[in-house]
């Protein structure tokens, strides 16, 4: 059998599949959240970041063998890492290495059993081995920082009645900490502890909001730095940016419950084929090999593909709304 149809298949695939989770995967609140705050941080961000190689050196300072090890193969291992760090689990990147190399060769080696070509099964491994783990963390990601932005303005109105009781807003942080539970306590009780061993408040909270990347404690911290130079009332303020934060969640609300019906007929319409596909594979693996040698079905089979990809993409930018 020629190799060259089934390598531009896989290629080919692989492309597809990749427009797919680009599309879904909706506008970039990251970069978003980055254009909008960057001109404030460059005004009130002096001196809270740490220089940059002090902080690729107290990172790698804990790393194990294992982690040196996977950072070797990977593009961008502190993204990787931060990215991590951001689920409040103690996840590693080595494992997350060997968890993406089991699964590579478990599944390569299932298809290849099953009769796949070797090209294909790799393909097929590689794509489970490095979507799942990433779909996983990217999942527990999600849960953690709705769960965090869901009671932020709660976090944020105690600090209020904290501060118009007479408390300095860092005893108030620890009250915060000690007083709510979940992803907001544990973040709080971070700054807080940072502060108890000679770190700046600014410096905690920065380092807080880098590693969470939402723009919601970013306002916050930029609503602490602005007071600190400029003077006012803190607590109208942050009472003020409670009441933000609030409607802000309802509109998200709002936009998901309009949507969700269109985004549940775009994921069953692009994921039915793939799902025959594999059924019928498994039933019966050799009328469905033609499509790996049949040049006609491949190009048909290219071009499904293909407008698959287009109109996926067009209905997730039609759904997709940035606030």
Known sequence: MDILPVIMVALGGCTVLGLLLYAFA???AGRAQTRRVASLRMRHGDGVAMPEAQMRRIAMAGDTRMDLAVGRFLPNRAELAKRLAMTGKDWTVGQYGMATAGLTLVVAFLMLVRGMPIFLALFVGLFVGIGIPHL???KVLKRRVAKFTQKFPDAIELL???LRSGLPISETIGVVGAEVDGPVGEEFRSVSDKMKIGRTMDVALQETADRLGTPEFQFFVITIAIQRETG???AETLANLAHVLRMRAQ???KIKAMSSESK???YIIGALPF???GLIWFI????MQKFFIDERLMVIGMGGLCWMAIGSFIMSKMISFEI
Request: aromatic content about 8%; overall charge positive.
């Open 160 to 162: 209020v009645r904290g």
């Open 275 to 277: 799902i025959v596909f």
């Open 284 to 287: 019966n693996g050799t009328y």
């Open 136 to 138: 996983v963390v990217g």
């Open 26 to 28: 909706g506008p970039s």
């Open 264 to 266: 549940a007929s775009a």
């Open 232 to 234: 006012g009332n803190l």
């Open 251 to 253: 509109m998200k609300l």
